[in-house]
């Protein structure tokens, strides 16, 4: 049939057969993908209901309830810098070119320095990197990406799976 293979890596799984007359959309995951684009939140839905124990960090985070229980369990752990700085992050990111810098130095100062209030554990050289684009007053869109890529990883890992074990996930 395919819906997982929509939302997910895995192949698709099982064959339909109709019984009388219908109407069938087929979608490929592009197509799909592309539908949904600007809608992150629905797909998220649709994964999260599919998937359910299967259920992916992306689909979590990106659904507005599914966000807010992890960040609950995060909290719970005292470590919510992870997820605070991947959106925070991702506000810098679709933010306009001139709203970037101010965004671009709170999210240094509050994640990355090494005072930082809540700061991440990245590897030195994203620090470094980072620091420099900063000092270039370069505000590329792209200048936290990896290290919200490394916090992903670190969150999926590691909290993710715990949450998903836990009485928040259900």
Same mark, same amino acid.
């Given at each position: 049939?395919? @819906?997982?293979?929509?939302?997910?890596?895995?192949?698709?799984?099982?064959? #339909? $057969?109709? $019984?009388? $007359?219908?109407?069938?959309? &087929?979608?490929?995951? &592009?197509?799909?993908?592309?539908?949904?684009?600007?809608?992150?939140?629905?797909?998220? !839905?649709?994964? %999260?209901?599919? /998937?359910?124990?299967?259920? @992916?960090?992306? +689909?979590?985070?990106? +659904?507005? &309830?599914?966000?807010?229980?992890?960040?609950?369990?995060?909290?719970?752990?005292?470590?919510?810098?992870?997820?605070?700085?991947?959106?925070?992050?991702?506000?810098? @990111?679709?933010?306009? /070119?001139? *709203? $970037?810098?101010?965004?671009?130095?709170?999210?240094?100062? =509050?994640?990355? +320095?090494? !005072?930082?209030?809540?700061? #991440?554990? %990245?590897?030195?050289? =994203?620090?470094?990197? %980072?620091?420099?684009?900063?000092?270039?007053?370069?505000?590329?869109? !792209? /200048?936290? *990406?990896?290290?919200? /890529? @490394?916090?992903?990883?670190?969150?999926?890992?590691?909290?993710?799976?715990?949450?998903?074990?836990?009485?928040?996930?259900?």
């Amino acid at each position: 049939f395919g @819906e997982l293979a929509l939302i997910s890596d895995e192949k698709r799984l099982a064959t #339909i $057969r109709a $019984r009388g $007359r219908c109407i069938v959309l &087929v979608f490929d995951k &592009v197509a799909f993908q592309t539908l949904f684009m600007d809608t992150a939140e629905s797909v998220a !839905d649709f994964a %999260i209901r599919l /998937l359910q124990q299967k259920s @992916e960090l992306k +689909h979590i985070i990106m +659904h507005p &309830v599914g966000f807010l229980k992890f960040y609950k369990y995060l909290a719970g752990e005292y470590s919510t810098e992870s997820i605070k700085f991947w959106q925070h992050s991702r506000l810098y @990111e679709k933010a306009l /070119l001139n *709203e $970037r810098k101010v965004i671009a130095h709170e999210v240094y100062d =509050m994640y990355i +320095h090494k !005072d930082a209030e809540f700061l #991440i554990n %990245i590897p030195s050289t =994203m620090t470094i990197e %980072i620091e420099k684009g900063l000092k270039a007053g370069v505000y590329k869109k !792209d /200048l936290f *990406e990896k290290a919200r /890529l @490394e916090i992903y990883k670190l969150m999926e890992r590691d909290n993710f799976k715990r949450f998903k074990a836990s009485k928040l996930f259900a």
